[in-house]
């Protein structure tokens, strides 16, 4: 009996499995969600839809690219009403950056190597 009231009671809060896309401000991560359905039109066939939510992630656990799962909860914000329970798979390209950090490029080296890399034209009469 008591485990049928607590089934009712919280019905509302299934799990969420997403990929974490953006992670631009901190305790918050945008995930993406990708849905099957089946589209009725004149050619039956099966679809995705993604829809995105804002998540809270109070330990700032999640990076970029991870496997997250979430819940509802009361809303935080106007758009954020949704709480990371854990981490399911982390980015393997993260995991190993954080290992070697000699390997992280900053946009600066990005410019730098492009400029060094472009082909310098000079004029025939220069020559």
Known sequence: MISKIFDIVHKHQKFISGVCISKTHTK???CQVKKLYFDKGKYASLDYKTTKYMIHDPEDICSVGDQVHFRECAP????KSHIVEK???KNPVT?????NPQYIVTPKEIAERKENDKIKYKHIADL
């Open 28 to 30: 918050t991560a945008m």
């Open 87 to 89: 981490v399911v798979r």
């Open 95 to 99: 995991e190993f950056l954080r290992q």
């Open 76 to 79: 935080i914000s106007k758009r």
